[in-house]
């Protein structure tokens, strides 16, 4: 029997992500699984969280000489932003789904198709799961992409699949109201 210790699920942050989670940790129940929720943000997305004048590759104020002084450091930001995604997943996500999972966030800045993979071999997963259409930009040519760079299985939720629930019956994926809290 394979091992599934740790699932990565990247998230845009919409509903249409809670599938993806909600099936992870369906997963992480049977298996005693982490799983860890990733968010990608792009690049430009970390000159937003300072302010005007303020460097993100330095994080110092532009113009000042010398003693340049530091802003909030980019771990506040981070923190910051897996305190939202831990609040997304806690807000959408049915209790009795994670009260036995353990659940962590993950944030991280750059292109989305890079991070996952990134993600996915330093966090050690065993396993992606993912929409296959996203805000993520990940529709067609990008999860396949993901799909050949990972050093894991992915396994791509297709909005029209159907599942199997505990009581046998099948559901399509977009009609499953299990995941919601």
Known sequence: MIAIKKILVPTDLLDSSLPAIGYALSLARNHAAEVCVLHVLPNKSIREDFSPGYLPGGLVEAGTIGGATPVAGLDSVLERKRRIVNDFVQQRIASELLKPAKV?????????????????????ADLIVMNRRTGLALSGHLSDRIIKQAPCTVLTMQPSAEIRTEQNERVPLNHMQKWAA
Request: net charge positive; charged share 35%; proline share 5%.
């Open 104 to 124: 962590s966030a993950l944030v991280r800045f750059g292109k989305p198709m890079r991070e996952i993979v990134a993600a996915a071999k330093e966090e050690q």
